[in-house]
């Protein structure tokens, strides 16, 4: 399973959000490859993405997707990470 995390520019949050997700995975006792991006680049890094990670503000920068979508309110928020993870891959 592959999921990505995206924000708008440059890795930094993103990679917050990997990271939570990581761990959010790992409750969950769920594999999977996590990888961080930009909105620039999301159509490339999640071409093969069952997940993409973001907020509600760059929901449209993802475009067409067969992914499953999932808006996360805040980055550092491990509970809210985990519940929606397990929505939607568990």
């Known amino acids: 399973m592959k999921i990505v995390a995206i924000c708008g520019a440059g890795i930094g949050t993103s990679e917050i ?3 939570n ?3 959010a995975l790992e409750r969950l006792g769920i594999d999977a490859e ?3 991006t930009d909105a620039a ?3 490339v890094a999640a071409a093969d993405a ?6 509600a503000e760059l929901v449209s920068a993802v475009g067409r997707t067969n992914a499953d979508v ?3 309110e805040n980055y550092f928020d491990l509970d809210e990470i985990t519940a929606k993870l397990e929505l939607a891959v568990g």
């Open 41 to 43: 680049s999301v159509g």
């Open 21 to 23: 997700a990581v761990r």
């Open 34 to 36: 996590v990888t961080a």
């Open 50 to 55: 069952q997940v993409i990670l973001t907020s």
């Open 70 to 72: 999932v808006v996360i």
């Open 17 to 19: 959000l990997r990271v």
